[in-house]
């Protein structure tokens, strides 16, 4: 390949399998970050989609207030040249890691396979499309209502963990724990609507990008694995290794 290698953006819906994808794509040699969370977003990428967030008084369960920036140059000019400022020098250190930084240090320009996943993507992808115009895209789709849902289910479970704990921290740490995940999506109504939201981000990305996005149905992956594997792994230039496939899509059957 000619050239730095664009990355793999992964978006989605957020309870919608954008974590297992993103877990059989590392294991068929997409790096997807050094440091990454319990959901395997990598901390950097996740902290500058938090970062673009705030500043339009947006947040991933309420992420309607990030449609003004797209009409707004001024403001898409100011949140680019701060992300193409976060990409340089030594701040990737966070994605790389030290050895990896050494030789990545200039503005992500490698020839290793590589991308993030974080739901956030699914609305702020026409800002890193402009630092990376060659991008490829992979959108992972799962049915509405499951995806309410499971959101339910997680607000549930947080819930009953914090019932028996203290809700506040001791000084000097100041932090009060999460009583939900969000009060937006505590319904399937509310999460039926937020997931809306996201998939008429994802369909409009999806039409403008053309065959540079792979659509993916979550249903599909978990019921053909291998195929699904296969066309993922071709379409983001990863090994195709029969035996390696099977022996990722086989885990994802266990899991």
């Known amino acids: 390949m000619n050239g730095p290698r664009p990355p793999v953006i992964i978006i989605g819906m957020h309870r919608s399998g954008t974590s297992m994808v993103t877990r059989a794509l590392e294991q068929l040699g997409l790096f997807v970050g050094w440091r990454k969370d319990d959901n395997n977003e990598a901390l950097f990428f996740f902290r500058l989609n938090e970062w673009m967030f ?19 140059e001024t403001m898409i000019a100011m949140l680019t040249r701060a992300l193409d400022e976060a990409l340089s020098g030594g ?11 050494l030789r990545f240090a200039r503005r992500f320009e490698t020839h290793r396979p590589w991308g993030w996943k974080d739901p956030r993507n699914t609305i702020t992808l026409p800002i ?6 060659s991008a490829k895209v992979v959108h992972v789709r799962r049915h509405g209502l499951d995806v309410a849902a499971s959101l339910v289910s997680r607000n549930t479970a947080i819930a009953r963990k914090r019932r028996g704990q203290r809700l506040c921290m001791p000084f000097p740490l100041l932090q009060m724990r999460r009583l939900w995940v969000s009060p937006h999506v505590n319904s399937i109504e509310g999460g039926l609507q937020l997931w809306d939201e996201y998939m008429r981000a994802a369909e409009m990305h999806a039409h403008q990008l053309g065959s540079r996005v792979i659509d993916l149905k979550y249903e599909d992956f978990l019921a053909e694995p291998e195929a699904t594997l296969g066309r993922l792994a071709e379409f983001c230039d990863l090994t ?15 899991g």
């Open 54 to 72: 705030r500043q339009a008084g947006a947040s991933w369960d309420r992420p309607g207030p990030f449609a003004a920036v797209f009409g707004d």
């Open 91 to 101: 701040r990737g250190i966070e994605f790389w890691g030290a050895r990896g930084l």
């Open 128 to 133: 890193w499309l402009r630092l990376f115009p």
């Open 240 to 254: 195709r290794d029969d035996d390696t496939i099977s022996r990722v899509a086989a885990a994802l059957r266990v």
